[in-house]
């Protein structure tokens, strides 16, 4: 039985041999995982941008 180690060395040779280039699917993968990391890092900023706004409309009706 082959190890791990073995499998992802052969698997990575296959790829690196693979002259064709890349399928509609791996394209169609490979775009979503950006917009998903994209969309993750909008989010996390307007989440700091919207807590920062709140702050400072905070410091304003204090009169801080």
């Not at 990391?37 to 400072?56: C, D, F, K, Y």
């Amino acid at each position: 039985m082959k190890t791990f180690r073995s499998l992802v060395l052969w698997a990575w040779q296959r790829l690196r041999e693979d002259e064709r280039g890349l399928t509609t699917l791996e394209y169609v993968i490979a775009a979503g995982i950006i917009l998903v990391i994209l969309a993750a890092a909008i989010v996390a900023w307007n989440t700091g941008l919207a807590q920062r706004i709140g702050e400072l409309v905070q410091e304003l009706l204090n009169g801080s």
